[in-house]
């Protein structure tokens, strides 16, 4: 039905492309501000005298990437939002001097096109925010690899890649399509042709987000791709005007799986996910767009750490590498105090359904996420059922993340080849093994197997959330089900329910952590993290004793995982049999009585 595809459209008054600056920054940068924002657009002013001194990174492929991108976005990023905010002609100098080396580049890498995308984001808003302050011939220069290195490949090459689902579509259509807005007036057809496309591409990938808003390829993956995207839909908004655009529900509910995948400690960083402890440009934007500002907890958080000078920009490229942009979808409601509450519960379904509960939104209360899905999927990992734990301040059970890519590709390793063989699964970080679920006779989970979300329950003193793995281990169980539940901020549960097939099963259930394991006895066993404590204990089966698995790979090739260890129990359990998985973890312990009579022995 139409109503299900609800849409949102932007609709402006003219029909014709607009001379402005992209994003229309020259407006936006002078807009009044608050002191917060007056202070960010000082520290904009440092970073950007940093870069003047530094040299322009030179051509350099590692396996199948181009480095340096991500400097290359932040560096003329920041010196074309402070040259216009300052009109200082040194910034554009050395913004010249970095779009003359990208511009001499023998090619942009055509063969890994992400790396083609962002050199034309990069040479566009470098070319747009300093065009006043540029020689005509750099700007002649600079348009002309924009379209040979760029635009035209995108159009010559083969690039099914455009019509992804994931990640590929958003970056690569958009990239091209604002890079096509910089140089309008050079190839007005061609660039048309590669904005429209984008247009209509890019609604492919928003159909990922139905029915709440979750993005299959994980919470980074998710920065990533909507970084591009958004910066489309508002350059596009602005420099075309009585045009639409269509704008999926879904797609802008997505803010809200990012904020509640995200806990006191961190994201959930399940797949190929890293942590995203920065400012999100993507993110931003979409709580502008929607004017839900309470959806601003955790990253209010850090922008007033960064005004407050107790975080800094990161000068590498690689996690600030779009701050600029974010400056430019920031406003001052957005820094405020809000006195909306936030809910402690939140469940998305989809191809990848994740849940959430917490005891509140504090640096030290409570929270849990669990995931469902399959690990057929872009980016995916074998980690059906995992699970990650924050309390007290710290992350007890964790997640080991992303593997980086060129190791595993430089040894061999056919990571892009899915499927229930691929090398992917020679990978110990990719493998169940690493994860917070269960290994059955030291087989992967099934590849085309689904981790289904069958309950959830957000009562305040009963939260919890059941995912049927049985899909993920039909070759070896009957049935698998696990029930992940917060009743209260003193503990957590973790209830499974196994039915065994015809033979016997060696099963093993275990979680990694960074803490600090001691063993107490067969059925407890204690977390330290500096000077924060929990206990674990195993409430059932009865024939089991906690051990310490290692974390560590075997293959030579894999890095290693510093300070991670698994904790768990593995046990022999018999043809058809029913078992009854019970694990408690204690977060209040110590007690005080506890703790003072340890002390006192």
Known sequence: MRTFFLVFLLIFSFSTIQAQTLFDIDKIIHEPKSEARITLDRLMVEQADLILEMEPPVHTVKGRRLRYLSNYVQMLSYLGYVYQLTE??????????????????????ESHFLDVSMMTLASAVGLDWTRKGLKKSTIKKVQQAIIAKGLRK?????????????????????????????????????????????????????????????????????????????????????????????????????????????????????????????????????????????????????????????????????????????????NDEMLEDSSEQLPLNWAGMGINPVSAHRSGWGDHDVFIAIKGGTPNQSHSHMDIGTFVLDAKGKRWVDDLGRHEYHPLEAAGLKIWDHGPDSDRWKVFRLRNHAHATYV??????????????????QEPDNQSTMVDLTESYHQSVKQLIRKLSLPSREEVFVEDILVNNGEKSTVRWAFPTKSKVRIVDAKTATLTQANEQIKVEIL???????????????????????????????????????????????LQYPDTNEYLNTIKK
Not at 89 to 109: G, I, Q, R, S
Not at 441 to 456: A, S, T
């Open 88 to 109: 200082d002609k040194k910034y554009a100098h050395k913004a010249e001097e970095l779009l003359l080396v990208l511009a001499d580049y023998p090619d942009w890498n």
């Open 154 to 330: 995108s159009v010559d090459m083969e690039c099914g890649f455009l019509t992804n689902t994931n990640n590929w579509n958003q970056v690569n259509n958009a990239g091209m399509a604002i890079g096509a807005m910089a140089v309008w007036d050079q190839v007005p057809d061609l660039a048309d042709s590669i904005i429209q496309r984008a247009n209509q591409y890019l609604t492919i990938p928003q159909m990922l987000f139905f029915p709440d808003g979750v993005y299959p390829e994980g919470p980074s993956y998710w920065d990533y791709g909507n970084a591009f995207h958004t910066m489309f839909l508002d350059a596009y908004s602005k420099k075309f005007k009585g045009k639409s655009l269509e704008i999926y529900t879904p797609y802008l509910k997505s803010k809200d799986y990012i904020l509640h995948m995200t806990g006191p400690q961190g994201v959930f960083n399940y797949f190929d996910n890293k942590a995203m402890d920065y400012v999100s440009a993507p993110f931003l934007w979409m709580c502008r767009y929607s004017r839900d500002y309470a959806a601003m907890h955790y990253q209010k958080k850090m922008l007033w750490e960064i005004i407050d000078g107790e975080r800094s920009i990161d000068p590498s490229g690689r996690h600030d590498r779009f701050f600029a942009f974010a400056l430019l979808f920031l």
């Open 440 to 457: 059955i006779d030291d087989q992967p989970q099934d590849y085309y197997g689904m981790g289904r979300i069958i309950e959830v329950n």
């Open 540 to 586: 059932s089966p009865v024939n089991v004793s906690f051990s310490e698995f290692s974390a560590q790979p075997i293959l030579d090739f894999e890095s290693p995982n510093p300070g991670f260890r698994m904790l768990g129990f593995e046990w022999e359990v018999k043809p058809n049999q029913k078992e009854i998985v019970k694990v408690r973890f204690d």
